[in-house]
């Protein structure tokens, strides 16, 4: 049996930051080409790992939009919360947000929490406040002794390797899990880890909002439970990057941040007298006849580093 399984399409009906084109088609295109490929392998199901949509309301118009996509397929779909559907990080008082009117709305979006089949056992672990925390304690224990393959869907900070030290997260390595699999929401960049007996695959986001995730190929896992094996394809459907983000002007705004630092950073490295930084900073903007908007720019940035 062939299971597909996808996480983080960050269905919405607007354009973050930085991106071009429709956002929202190209998601419902992706979305479709999951279904397809589930219809393809002849799937009972499809696995999302949360953030199915993008923030706990959206446009009615969207909600039908899915629930219509789905319901021709006639495809079920098992999904976790995620934390942006969710409302104050607690899926118990989230019963107003659109995700929780979708659940009710269809019989074919599902809440995901545990799945058995005669083959697989399939755990999950949905996002909630401080759930790293919970990890790990727990360290992704099963909950009951089985000869099946065994799978837990996780919608929380799991890394490849260490990242920011104020940032709760846990990577992988830390982790002493006794399932088979592991597959990894939330964390938007694709990574596969095998620790000790245990593989833990993350696909990478379905839906690209950031560009530091320009470069991310929107990719699906296709679970095999006879064999117990697992492959990522990609999406067709996925545009590359500059088809969906403005690289020309993401370019230009580095160099201006660069050439920006760069004037701040000469001004601390040479010698003035009289003057503070921000006065030298003024004198030479002012000969320099840069705009009054850079100008401000580069006083404010600054304040924040002789702030700190």
Same mark, same amino acid.
């Given at each position: ?7 983080? /399409?960050? !269905? ?12 929202? /088609?190209?998601?419902?295109? %992706?979305?479709?080409?999951? +279904?397809?490929?589930? %219809?393809?392998? &002849? ?14 309301? !959206? ?27 969710? +409302? ?20 074919? !979006?599902?809440?995901? &929490? ?24 727990? #360290? ?6 089985? %000869?099946?393959?065994?799978?837990? !869907? ?64 929107? /990719? ?12 990522i394809i990609k999406l067709k459907s996925a545009k590359k990057a500059e088809e969906i983000f403005d ?7 580095? #160099? ?18 009289d003057l503070d930084l921000i006065g030298i900073a003024k004198q030479v903007c002012k000969k320099s ?20």
């Open positions: 049996m062939i299971i597909p399984y996808f996480t983080d /399409s960050h !269905i919405s009906g607007t354009n973050s930051e930085n991106r071009i084109g429709d956002y929202y /088609s190209d998601s419902m295109a %992706k979305l479709e080409e999951i +279904l397809q490929i589930a %219809k393809k392998n &002849d799937s009972p199901f499809i696995l999302c790992g949360g953030d199915l949509i993008d923030s706990f309301l !959206i446009s009615l118009v969207i909600c039908d939009d899915i629930i219509d996509l789905v319901e021709k397929y006639n495809i079920p779909v098992y999904t976790l919360v995620g934390n942006h559907p969710m +409302l104050n990080h607690n899926w118990e008082v989230s019963k107003a947000t659109t995700l929780a009117h979708i659940f009710r709305r269809t019989d074919l !979006i599902i809440k995901l &929490d545990n799945l058995e089949g005669k083959d697989y056992l399939i755990d999950s672990i949905d996002y909630a406040k401080d759930i790293e925390s919970t990890i790990r304690l727990s #360290q992704l224990k099963l909950k009951k002794s089985t %000869k099946k393959w065994t799978v837990c !869907i996780v919608h929380a900070f799991l890394t490849p390797k260490p990242f920011l030290p104020n940032v709760n997260h846990i990577p992988v390595q830390e982790l002493d899990s006794d399932y088979d699999l592991v597959l990894c929401g939330h964390y938007h960049h694709p990574f596969v880890k095998i620790i000790n007996e245990t593989i833990y695959v993350n696909p990478g986001c379905v839906g690209r909002t950031a560009i530091d995730e320009a470069n991310i190929e929107p /990719s699906v896992v296709l679970l095999d439970t006879n064999l117990r094996q697992y492959k690289l020309v002007k993401i370019e230009k705004s580095k #160099q201006f941040e660069s050439s920006i630092e760069e004037f701040i950073q000469s001004l601390q490295t040479t010698q003035f007298s006849k840069v705009s009054k908007e850079i100008e401000e720019e580069i006083l404010n940035r600054i304040t924040i580093k002789e702030s700190k």
